[in-house]
């Protein structure tokens, strides 16, 4: 399939439900995602702004049977992670974890493929790369910011941490998203310089 068309049949569905937890597109990236799109050698597919949640890993490991306690998009009160009854099962683990923010973007070629990577090193995302090459030429990057904490709090019914613990590694979680939510607003002027450029 041509490559405008397939942009053009992904892109009417990205603001439906989706599979993804949280079943649709976190509003504090649509800014980001209508710069790329507007990109014609260019489009998204999935995307995260970064969250912050507690997490419970089950003593399998296994991704899918992993169950959200908390979740946020934005900067939380811990207090509010405070409250979360915190009732795991025997071998899980529970995580406070602030994770980063990422896209996958579909590239024409690889000369647009090149051109994001360029923007992506020059803004510090650092850990960004191809992931994938289709039949058709198109090229997947996976754009990955850098902010991310993980640390556990529970094992089984032992408690790791006090709620100071908590309270300090929320605020460091905290700080963190807003530093990946700043680099949503510099790329959005990135790609809206690159859209000037294209034309």
């Known amino acids: 399939m041509p490559f405008a068309e397939d942009k053009k049949r992904v892109l009417a569905k990205l603001f439906s439900p989706d599979k993804s937890k949280k079943g649709d597109v976190d509003k504090e990236i649509i800014p980001l995602l209508t710069a790329i799109n507007a990109i014609d050698v260019l489009y998204t597919t999935s995307s995260c702004s970064g969250r912050i949640v507690l997490l419970e890993e089950p003593a399998s490991k296994k991704k899918h049977e992993a169950r959200w306690l908390f979740v946020s998009h934005a900067v939380v009160d811990a207090q509010d992670l405070l409250n979360v009854e915190l009732s795991i099962d025997e071998g899980s683990t529970l995580y406070l974890r602030q994770e980063s923010a990422i896209l996958h973007v579909a590239c024409k070629d690889l000369d647009a ?35 991310r904490m993980d640390a556990p709090v529970k094992v089984g019914k032992d408690k790791l941490v006090d709620d100071t613990y908590v309270v300090r590694a929320v605020a460091i979680a905290n700080e963190k998203l807003s530093t990946t939510h700043k680099k949503l607003a510099v790329l959005v002027r990135r790609f809206t310089t690159w859209k000037k450029q294209e034309q």
């Open 113 to 147: 493929a090149k051109k994001l990577l360029e923007l992506c090193r020059e803004e510090g995302l650092k850990h960004s790369g191809i992931v994938s090459f289709s039949k058709t030429g198109r090229i997947m990057v996976e754009m990955f910011f850098n902010e």
